[in-house]
């Protein structure tokens, strides 16, 4: 069974910087792509930042320049390092795995969520 879980989350003040951790188990090989989406309260859930395997990587604008994301493919493991933290980054992050199979087919594979607070 595969299992993505997550770690680092917590409270912080505007300004500091947190790091977030995935690891995902009950895998074999490589996932494809790695990634953290988040979701706030009243808000759909949106794309933070994703790596694939060769290491090219995306971020949505507004936290270009201040989130950074890396991954350790032999571990399938994934990080996000978060700087410049602001009230509105405050969400739930979930980690999200990847992998598409012959045929084009999708899988797709999340963690449980961990909570980041930014107080003002």
């Known amino acids: 069974q595969v299992q993505l879980v997550e770690s680092g989350g917590g409270l912080v003040q505007a300004g500091g910087s947190l790091r977030l951790s995935c690891a995902a188990s009950g895998i074999i090989g490589r996932l494809d792509a790695m990634g953290w989406y988040r979701q706030a309260p009243g808000k759909q859930r949106e794309l933070v930042a994703r790596?694939?395997?060769?290491?090219?990587?995306n971020y949505a604008d507004p936290v270009k320049g201040r989130f950074t994301i890396s991954r350790d493919n032999a571990q399938n493991t994934v990080y996000l390092q978060m700087n410049s933290l602001k009230p509105e980054d405050t969400a739930v992050y979930y980690c999200?795995?990847?992998?598409?199979?012959?045929?084009?087919?999708?899988?797709?594979?999340w963690g449980q969520g961990t909570q980041v607070t930014v107080s003002s």
């Open positions: 790596i694939i395997t060769g290491g090219s990587t």
């Open positions: 999200n795995g990847e992998r598409t199979l012959v045929g084009g087919v999708r899988l797709q594979y």
